[in-house]
């Protein structure tokens, strides 16, 4: 039996995390140890990509939500910039058919309106056409950074206020989340990053309180579905306490 099937096995289905989070992260330096050009990484990440979304939806996992463009990469150079923003809309465009094969429902958060207006014609056509898929959502963070989204939140908010449709005393921590780009969304119980890179670079801040961390120090190209089991089982390893002790959650 191959690893990943060994690995599959052990997987309790009850404790599965209803949403998983990825920083995919190395693409860059996997290309370069090859003596290859950034772009190349890159395109050889469509492959985790599909992979890790599979394997997701196999499991029975609900979000997927893929770090895959931060409001900080638009300071990388611009033939990569470019290159990344063209390799997205032929991504998109290409996938489209197999997420809808597989009853997978696209949704993107983040400052979409930066986005150049093919890329961003081409991520809604794609976000609309598999709109009624039920079996999981794949969310891509694109030109997005959590204190974007904390800032915009902020504001929406700081205008209802003035508009006198949010009395300021009744903001909860509810509240506030209903304003994030991940609104309807439960937050992710499980982050995963690759690289060895052990932060979460202003990815989902909020929506990150009470996740558990695993890191690992593969990357992002090499990342496969025997990868995604481990991260896992890590994770149905740990005890999740949120405050409490040890007795009172054994006790539940």
């Not at 470019?82 to 997205?88: A, E, K, R, S, V």
């Not at 003035?162 to 005393?169: I, Q, S, T, W, Y």
């Not at 309807?184 to 690289?195: A, H, I, Q």
């Amino acid at each position: 039996m191959e690893l990943k099937e060994q690995l599959k096995q052990q997987i309790d289905m009850a404790r599965l995390p209803q949403h998983i989070a990825i920083i995919m992260d190395g693409n860059g330096r996997w290309a370069k140890e090859r003596g290859k050009q950034r772009i190349f990484g890159h395109q050889s990440a469509i492959q985790s990509v599909r992979e890790v979304s599979e394997a997701c939806a196999e499991l029975g996992v609900s979000y997927l939500t893929l770090y895959a463009f931060s409001t900080e990469n638009w300071n990388r150079p611009l033939a990569e910039v470019t290159g990344l923003m063209t390799l997205l809309a032929q991504t998109i465009k290409a996938e489209t058919a197999t997420l809808n094969k597989n009853n997978i429902r696209l949704n993107a958060i983040g400052d979409l309106g930066s986005l150049p207006k093919a890329n961003y014609e081409q991520l809604m056509q794609a976000i609309d056409g598999t709109s009624h898929n039920t079996r999981m959502t794949l969310t891509l963070a694109l030109s997005y950074s959590g204190r974007w989204d904390l800032t915009q939140a902020s504001r929406r908010m700081a205008q209802e206020v003035a508009a006198g449709r949010l009395v300021p005393e009744a903001i909860t921590d509810a509240t506030l989340a209903s304003y994030l780009s991940t609104a309807g969304m439960p937050d992710p119980e499980l982050l995963v990053r690759t690289s060895g890179e052990e932060r979460i670079s202003n990815f989902l801040l909020w929506q990150l309180a009470y996740s558990e961390l695993y890191f690992t120090p593969k990357y992002w190209p090499d990342f496969r579905k025997a990868d995604l089991y481990e991260a896992i089982l890590n994770y149905q390893h740990r005890e999740r306490r949120f405050g409490k002790t040890s007795e009172q959650v054994t006790k539940q």
